[in-house]
């Protein structure tokens, strides 16, 4: 027999479970344990900081020791690091040897001959500007005639679409002055048109027939139309 008919006077109680108290999941312990700071997060587990010039002094250092370990004991010397000669005591030690080697006379034709590779190549360059800057004048002029052409032809275009543009409009200007006076134009029938039904003495005789009204469905017999026709024709 169901009990779905009868009122709540008393509401249904859970039973105590037979394994003991339930506790929910969120009250259960958590984080029972501390948490310590890892190795790169900063804390005392980091490493000191690392001085990296001084770990290269030191890799250098034991990298010439081995190297010159080595070479004694394969019985070479190791090699002497001579100085950087400067550009000045070249010169100046070329000079010396020019100077001592050479007569006045080969010096004065080596001088002479060294002038004149100058001079031929400045004459060089001096060919090849003059060479580009008539280039460049010639392209200048090209372009400006090319620009005055442009300017011609648009300034033709120009010209050629306003006198379009005013013969239209001067043909429109005949056409409606000759179109708009009637006196001008009898071709055009000026006569009342009239209705057939003019003078009909009955009019709008059959005004609101034509308003019928459209079948309508109601889900109620007593307001159907089939009811109102039936009561109005057999019982009024």
């Given at each position: 027999?169901?009990?779905?008919?009868r009122?709540?006077?008393?509401?249904?109680?859970?039973?105590?479970?037979?394994?003991?108290p339930?506790?929910?999941?969120?009250?259960?312990?958590?984080?029972?344990?501390?948490?310590?700071?890892?190795?790169?997060?900063g804390?005392?587990?980091d490493?000191?900081?690392?001085d990296?010039?001084?770990?290269?002094?030191?890799?250098?250092?034991?990298?010439?020791?081995?190297?010159?370990?080595?070479?004694?004991?394969?019985?070479?010397?190791?090699?002497?690091?001579?100085?950087?000669?400067?550009?000045?005591?070249?010169?100046?030690?070329?000079?010396?040897?020019g100077?001592?080697?050479?007569?006045?006379?080969?010096?004065?034709?080596?001088?002479?001959?060294?002038?004149?590779?100058?001079?031929?190549?400045?004459?060089?360059?001096?060919?090849?500007?003059?060479?580009?800057?008539?280039?460049?004048?010639?392209?200048?002029?090209?372009?400006?005639?090319?620009?005055?052409?442009?300017?011609?032809?648009?300034?033709?275009?120009?010209?050629?679409e306003?006198r379009?543009?005013?013969?239209?409009?001067?043909?429109?200007?005949?056409?409606?002055?000759a179109?708009?006076?009637?006196?001008?134009?009898?071709?055009?029938?000026?006569?009342?048109?009239?209705r057939?039904?003019?003078?009909?003495?009955?009019?709008?005789?059959?005004?609101?027939?034509?308003?019928?009204?459209?079948?309508e469905?109601?889900?109620?017999?007593?307001?159907?139309?089939?009811?109102?026709?039936?009561?109005?024709?057999?019982?009024?």
């Open positions: 027999m169901t009990t779905a008919h009122p709540t006077f008393d509401p249904a109680r859970g039973k105590d479970a037979q394994r003991g339930a506790y929910h999941q969120r009250l259960l312990p958590a984080h029972t344990q501390l948490k310590t700071r890892q190795p790169g997060q804390g005392s587990a490493p000191p900081v690392r990296m010039r001084a770990q290269l002094l030191e890799a250098e250092a034991a990298h010439y020791s081995k190297v010159k370990d080595s070479a004694t004991t394969n019985g070479t010397a190791p090699p002497s690091i001579t100085p950087p000669t400067t550009k000045r005591q070249i010169e100046a030690g070329s000079e010396e040897t100077d001592e080697d050479d007569d006045p006379e080969a010096k004065r034709r080596r001088i002479l001959e060294e002038t004149r590779d100058i001079d031929a190549d400045s004459d060089g360059s001096g060919s090849g500007s003059s060479e580009d800057e008539s280039d460049e004048e010639d392209e200048t002029a090209e372009l400006l005639r090319e620009l005055e052409k442009i300017k011609k032809e648009r300034a033709e275009q120009r010209e050629k306003e379009e543009r005013a013969a239209e409009e001067q043909e429109k200007r005949e056409h409606d002055i179109l708009g006076n009637p006196l001008l134009n009898p071709t055009k029938d000026f006569s009342v048109r009239r057939w039904d003019d003078d009909v003495v009955f009019k709008n005789q059959a005004r609101g027939t034509e308003d019928k009204r459209k079948k469905f109601i889900n109620d017999l007593l307001r159907s139309d089939f009811h109102k026709r039936f009561m109005s024709k057999y019982v009024r």
